[in-house]
């Protein structure tokens, strides 16, 4: 009777032990977080522009000068020319083409002066994107991108150089006319599912 008595606690003994151990390996697997493949997230259609060419402070690209940056362009002669930098970054989720480039001014700026001064807007590789009169750019439209489609994937990083010029035909109907500051910025649309 006593060998029997120990076979049947050594029985309940290894019952209790493998549901012991069943149980904390359930436990375990039910306690894990669920897959998230059940969510729909829509991508980011985001780009970050500024001012390059080593003026660190935000601000317009052309101004006549005060605190608005490092390299103001004081006043203009004809047969003038500026130069800038404009690095615009895709820091969205989905892979971006640049569309348009538009322009704006203070609210209640004059626009004369707007009419002669033309702008030649090239890429990395010295391609002209976009090219016309400020006034063009100032135009709701904007200037549309010329060329090749240029497209950033998510992180990347384009620079553009922008050429204002005021031509050396200007007549002296212009003298002393201001086109205050002006402020660039690029559209663009996501590149997946719109040809």
């Known amino acids: 009777m006593k060998m029997r008595k120990l076979h049947l606690l050594l029985a309940t003994a290894a019952t209790i032990a493998a549901f012991g151990v069943g ?3 359930l436990a375990l697997l039910t306690d894990q977080a669920s897959p ?3 969510e729909f997230v829509a991508g980011t259609l985001r780009l970050d522009g500024r001012r390059g060419g080593g003026d660190t402070v935000p601000g317009p690209m052309f101004y006549l000068g005060g605190d ?3 390299n103001p362009t004081g006043e203009w002669a004809p047969g003038d020319t500026q130069v800038r930098w404009f690095e615009i970054q895709n820091v969205g989720t989905l892979a971006a083409r ?3 480039i538009s322009a704006t001014m203070s609210e209640g700026a004059d626009t004369t002066l707007a009419e002669q001064l033309f702008v030649r807007v090239t890429d990395e590789y010295g391609l002209e994107v976009a090219a016309g ?3 063009d750019f100032l135009d709701e439209e904007g200037e549309p991108f010329r060329g090749p489609a240029i497209e950033l994937e998510p992180g990347d990083i384009l620079t553009l150089t922008f050429e204002v010029s005021l031509p050396l035909g200007t007549t002296d109907a212009f003298q002393g006319l201001s086109a205050e500051s002006v402020t660039f910025s690029v559209s663009a649309e996501q590149v997946r599912n719109n040809p």
């Open 36 to 38: 998230s493949s059940h």
């Open 133 to 135: 009169r400020l006034s």
């Open 98 to 100: 640049m569309t348009k």
């Open 68 to 70: 608005q940056g490092l």
């Open 23 to 25: 149980g904390a390996t």
